[in-house]
Each structure stands twice: as structure tokens, then as C-alpha cells.
């Protein structure tokens, strides 16, 4: 009897710190699985307002376009809306002035896009040589920047006028004064460089940044191996400034794609409609001809175009993917 009991004794005493030493993982994954827990909830916290400004801000509207633009009719009375499918893109792409418009916007966009941040990337890489007084010539090309895109088109607006001092100093030196707004030729062109001058020094400090992140151990290598400044530039600092440059290339063309207020204030369009590009023409149709279910199917035209060509940016800048033999 003494004997049994001392063996069952025994087999507890033994058996004891196995069953601890089992729930002990069983509690450490418990403790895991609501560590876990824990985290995707706080995360899931801070990520909501993000998340409803975006759904309510970005992805309803985007929703809600389309929706009205496969509608047709006039909202009062004259004609209720009614569904039409894809009888408003129908009728844009049928019409001459409209895929006329679509041409412009793709050149006007092919032309400043690249330019503008070529000229940021040239001032750039300038303003990060061993330049004199350089926080001083930054602050003068970020200026423009701060002043808001009204303010800049009015002085642009003065500046630029048949009787304005940008042709009185053209005059002065022997040339003839520019019809720089009321040209079909050169109003575009006009509207570029307003742009431009606004544009440069904003993506300007996103490229200084970028390249002042770039370690200087490979400029100082380059050095050594006596690469010139030209070889530096396309081999070190063009490649490690990707992400950067995509950056400001992706939020430059979107930029660009919606432009408005210096077309409106100053041309209006014209003359002849050589300064209507897609984002006012939307503009015009919705809130001027008083067809916004025309209107809408123009912006979501236009959002696809831009997509395309942020898709294609995206495409080309991509990061190279080191194979897997070569790690």
C-alpha cells in the first residue's frame, strides 16, 4: 500500500514540470496570437481616418462619375436622365473638337511633364555643388512656389500682355511685341511657361533632397576612378535617384493633367481653342453648356489617360530586380 502510494508520488513528482513545460508553449502561443491581435487592431485604428478619406474623397467620387456619366439627359425638366450606357463617350468621340482637345492635352502634357523636370533636376543638381550662397539662390527658385497659382497667373497676365513690360523690354532691345495670350500660335506655349514657373522650384526641393540623401562614398569613389561629372551624374546619381524622381514625375504629371486656373483666367480656352485642354473642356461642358452627365464622362476619360501614363511611369522607373543567382 505505502508502496503504491510512493509510486504514485513519484509519478506526479515526475510527470509535474512536463505538463508545465507543456502549457508553458501553449501559453507563450497565446500570448503571441493576442500580441498579434492587439497590433492589427491598432493598426486598423490608425489607418481609419485614412482609409474613409480616401474611400470618401478619392474612390466615391471616381465611382460616382462614372455612374453619371452613363446617364444622359438635362437635370430640370427639359429631358430627365435617364440610363444611356456608353452613349455620352459615343458622342464625345464622334465629335471633331473633342478629340481634337484629347491631342492637345496629350502634346501639352508631353511637353511640359519631361521639361519641367528636366529644368528641376538641372537646378537641382546645381544647387547641390559647392555653389556661393546656395541656401539663398534655393530660396529665390522656391519662391514662385509659395505664391498661390491666382496670384501667379494675374502677374503672368500683366507681365505678358500686348502693352506689358515683358514686350516693352522686347521692344527696347529691337523686336517686335509678342501676342503671347491672344495668339493661337504661341497661347499655349504661353500657358506652359506660367506653368513652368510655378512648377520648377516646388519639384526642385524633392530632387534636392532626394540627391542629398545619395551617400557620398560613391561620388568619392567616382573621384578615384577619375569619372567625370557628366559619367557621375548618368551612373551614380540618375540611378539612386529613382524612387525620388518617380515620385515627382507621378505627382508632376497628375499636376499637369488637371490644370485649370491658369487656362481659365488666362485665356478662357481660346483663342480659338488652342488653349482648351481636356480638365477645363470638362469644366466648360459641366458648369457652362450645363451638361454635367457629358461633363462627367469627360473626367473619367481624363482619368484614365492619366492613369495610362502614371502606368507608364511606373513601368519605366521601376526598381531592377537583382536575380536570384547573383545574391
Known amino acids: 500500500m505505502t508502496d503504491t502510494v510512493s509510486s504514485h508520488t513519484a509519478k506526479d513528482i515526475v510527470s509535474e514540470p512536463s505538463g508545465r513545460r507543456a502549457a508553458a508553449p501553449r501559453a507563450a502561443r497565446g500570448g503571441r496570437r493576442f500580441g498579434q491581435r492587439t497590433e492589427v487592431l491598432w493598426a486598423m485604428a490608425f489607418l481609419a481616418p485614412a482609409?474613409?478619406?480616401?474611400?470618401?474623397?478619392?474612390?466615391?467620387?471616381?465611382?460616382?462619375?462614372?455612374?453619371?456619366?452613363?446617364?444622359?439627359?438635362?437635370?430640370?425638366?427639359?429631358?430627365?436622365?435617364?440610363?444611356?450606357?456608353?452613349?455620352?463617350?459615343?458622342?464625345?468621340?464622334?465629335?471633331p473638337q473633342f478629340v481634337d482637345t484629347i491631342i492637345r492635352t496629350l502634346v501639352f502634357n508631353l511637353i511640359i511633364n519631361p521639361g519641367q523636370i528636366a529644368i528641376a533636376l538641372l537646378i537641382a543638381v546645381v544647387m547641390t555643388q559647392r555653389v556661393r550662397f546656395k541656401g539663398l539662390w534655393r530660396t529665390l527658385v522656391f519662391i514662385p512656389a509659395t505664391i498661390p497659382i491666382v496670384g501667379s497667373s494675374i502677374a503672368w497676365g500683366v507681365a505678358l500682355r500686348p502693352e506689358g513690360p515683358v514686350n516693352a523690354i522686347i521692344e527696347f532691345f529691337g523686336g517686335q511685341a509678342q501676342p503671347f495670350f491672344t495668339s493661337p500660335d504661341q497661347a499655349l506655349a504661353s500657358i506652359i511657361l506660367v506653368a513652368s514657373w510655378i512648377g520648377v522650384g516646388y519639384w526642385m526641393i524633392f530632387l534636392i533632397s532626394g540627391i542629398e540623401s545619395i551617400p557620398g562614398e560613391y561620388y568619392e569613389a567616382a573621384r578615384l576612378d577619375r569619372a567625370g561629372r557628366i559619367r557621375t551624374f548618368f551612373s551614380i546619381t540618375l540611378p539612386l535617384l529613382k524612387r525620388p524622381l518617380l515620385f515627382v514625375l507621378v505627382a508632376?504629371?497628375?499636376?499637369?493633367?488637371?490644370?485649370?486656373?491658369?487656362?481659365?483666367?488666362?485665356?478662357?480656352?481660346?483663342?480659338?481653342?488652342?488653349?482648351?485642354?481636356?480638365?477645363?473642356?470638362?469644366?466648360?461642358?459641366?458648369?457652362?453648356?450645363g451638361n454635367r452627365y457629358l461633363g462627367a464622362a469627360e473626367v473619367v476619360i481624363l482619368t484614365l489617360i492619366m492613369l495610362a501614363f502614371v502606368a507608364l511611369q511606373f513601368r519605366l522607373l521601376r526598381e531592377e530586380k537583382i536575380p536570384k543567382a547573383a545574391k
Request: proline content about 6%.
Open 252 to 289: 508632376n504629371t497628375v499636376a499637369n493633367f488637371v490644370l485649370f486656373v491658369p487656362v481659365q483666367m488666362l485665356t478662357n480656352g481660346g483663342p480659338e481653342r488652342s488653349t482648351t485642354i481636356l480638365m477645363f473642356d470638362a469644366y466648360r461642358t459641366t458648369y457652362e453648356y
Open 51 to 95: 482609409i474613409v478619406a480616401i474611400l470618401s474623397m478619392r474612390v466615391a467620387p471616381a465611382v460616382g462619375a462614372f455612374v453619371t456619366s452613363m446617364q444622359v439627359g438635362f437635370p430640370g425638366g427639359v429631358r430627365e436622365p435617364v440610363f444611356g450606357g456608353f452613349e455620352n463617350y459615343v458622342s464625345l468621340f464622334s465629335n
